[in-house]
């Protein structure tokens, strides 16, 4: 389209609204696990300083060590700093793998992942 049709006027942005989770749904069952799993762990000592998780850049590749497997079949892995979790689908517990970011979700503190190869298979 022209610059006419937009009578000299970039187009407007779209927002993208959240779509409520459906009750039983895939996504409820994912953020159930992740909960679980971020309520076994420690919350890390701190010591007068925030030290919040800060996520990768979108499609960059992270190494991730996979500690349990979720309701839906996909690898969770914690970060770093014990509060965020990774999901990678096509692993299993105690798996090391590469995995390329594609979704950040802050708010449920978890990223989803592309599995991209295992680093160090889990000896199981």
Not at 37 to 53: F, H, N, R, V
Not at 96 to 111: F, G, M, P
């Amino acid at each position: 389209m022209t610059e006419k049709a937009y009578h000299g006027f970039p187009p407007k942005k779209r927002k993208v609204e959240s779509k409520p989770i459906k009750e039983g749904s895939n996504e409820q069952v994912l953020l159930a696990d992740v909960q679980q799993l971020l309520a076994t762990q420690a919350p890390p000592e701190k010591d007068g300083q925030s030290d919040s998780y800060t996520p990768p850049e979108r499609f960059t590749e992270v190494e991730v060590k996979i500690s349990e497997l979720s309701s839906t079949g996909d690898g969770l892995g914690l970060s770093s700093t014990l509060d965020h979790v990774y999901v990678v689908p096509f692993t299993v517990p105690g798996d090391l793998v590469q995995a390329k970011v594609v979704n950040y979700l802050a708010k449920d503190r978890y990223t989803l992942t592309d599995f991209v190869k295992v680093v160090e298979p889990s000896p199981q």
